[in-house]
C-alpha cells in the first residue's frame, strides 16, 4: 500500500504509550490519525467524522482480560456505521477472543506489542476492504438512480374501455406479487409499457429492469448473452461478462418475444428458470439469481405447443399468471385519452403549441383497423402533428396504408376486409414506397423493425 493511503484512521486505546508509537508509525501511512484514549467519546468522534479505519484496544484499563469493554465499543461502532472497518488490538494473544470479535463484526486484530510492518500490512489489507464497501455501496447508488430515472417518465395511459379495466384491476393484484407473467398481445399494443408498469408497481421498483429481445439474439451469443462468460471461455471473450439474467438480480426481467426461441434455447433456458441459478459460459460455478420474471410475445404460444414449436413445460414456468393486451381497434374508445396524450408530447418534441383532434379526424381515427395497434396510432398522431398547420387535425391530415374505411386506398378496401390481407397489402406498399428500406418501411408501418421482419416472413415477400 502507498504512502497515505490508509486515510483517515482512528486510534482508541487508553494506554498513552500505545498511542503515541501507533501514531508515530501511522502517520506515515494515513491521511489523518486521530487518538483517542477515552472510549466513551466514540459515539461523539463517530457523529462529527468520517474514518476509513478504526483501531480498537480489545482490553480498556478497568477491565484488563476479559475483553467486554471492547466488544461492548466494537458493537456501538458497528451500529452506528455497520460497514465500518474495526481492526482489535489485543495484547494477550488470546486467539478465542479475537475470533469472537471477528465473529461479532471485527474485521481483523493485531497483537500488542506489534511488529510495525504487521501492523502496516493488516491495515492495508482492511483499507481494501474498506474501498471495496464503498464502492459496492456507489454501485448500488449508482444502480437505485438509474434504475429509478429509467422507469420514471414514460407515461402510461391506462384507458377507460372495458377491455382495459379489466386487465388493470389483475395488474395491480398481481403487481405486488413475485408471480412470474405472461403478456400476449399483437404487436404495439403495450406489452412492454405493461411490464414497466408492473415493475414499477412491485416491491422490486428502485431495483433494475432488465430487457432482453429475444428475437433479436442470435443462437451462438444466447447463452453468453443471457449467462454471461468468463474471460477466454471463447475468442472473443475478451473480459468478464455478466450476463442478462444476473443483472437483473433483485429486480425484473422481461424477456420479449419469447415466441421466437429455437428448441435448444428453450431447453437452456427452462433450466436456468427451473433452478433459478445461472452459470456462467466457462466456468461451472452457479450464480443463485433472483429475478422477476415477466415474458411477452404476440405469437400464440399454445398453438405453438400443440405443433410441437414451443415447450409445453416451459409455458407452464412463465405462465403463472396470464394478461391479454386487447388490439387498438377492441379499444377504440380510448383513441381520444392516447391522441391528447401523444399530441402533447410532440408539441413539447416540436416546440408547437399542442394541436387536438378535430371531429372528422377522431371519426376516421375510429374507422381504422390498427394493424399497428398503439404504436401504430402514435406514428399517424406524429405525423400528423409535423404535417398539418392547424391546431385542428382533420380527416385529410391523415394517411393510412390499409385503411379499409372510406378514404381509404381502393386498391385495398375494394377487395378485402381481412385483416391478414390488409396488412400483407401495407406491408407491401410501404417497402415499394421505401424501395425496399426496411428501416423506413417499418416506421411508416409503425412497426420495430424485428416486427416487420417477422411479417415479411409470415407473407412470405
Ligand atoms: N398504454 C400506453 N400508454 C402510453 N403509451 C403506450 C401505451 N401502450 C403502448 N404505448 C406506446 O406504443 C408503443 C408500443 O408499445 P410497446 O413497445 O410497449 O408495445 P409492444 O406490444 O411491446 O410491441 P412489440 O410487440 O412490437 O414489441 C410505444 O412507443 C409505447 O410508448
Known sequence: MEEQNLGRILV????????????????????????????????????????????????????ITSGQEGFYWLKEILKYDPSAVVVMITAFGDVEMAVRALKEGATDFVLKPWQNEKLVATLSAAARLRNSYREVSQLKEVNRTLSTQLNTGRNIIQGESQAVRQLFTIIDKVARTDADILLLGENGTGKEVIARTIHERSSRADKVFVTVDMGAITESLFESELFGHKKGAFTDAKEDRVGRIEAANGGTLFLDEIGNLSPAMQAKLLTVLQRREVIRVGTNRPIPVNVRLICATNMPLKEMVQRGEFRQDLLYRINTVELHLPPLRERLEDIPLFADHFLQEYALKYKQPVKRLGESALARLRRYGWPGNVRELQHALERASIMSDNRELQSEDFFFLSEEGPAAAPAVTAQTLDLDDLEREAVQRALQKHDGNISKAAKELGLSRGALYRRLEKYEL
Open 12 to 63: 482508541i486505546d487508553d494506554n498513552e504509550d500505545v498511542l503515541f508509537s501507533a501514531k508515530m508509525l501511522l502517520r506515515r501511512h494515513a491521511k489523518e490519525v486521530v487518538m483517542e484514549k477515552n472510549p466513551k467519546k466514540i459515539p461523539f468522534l463517530l457523529s462529527n467524522e468520517d474514518f476509513d479505519l478504526i483501531l480498537l484496544d480489545m482490553n480498556f484499563s478497568q477491565d
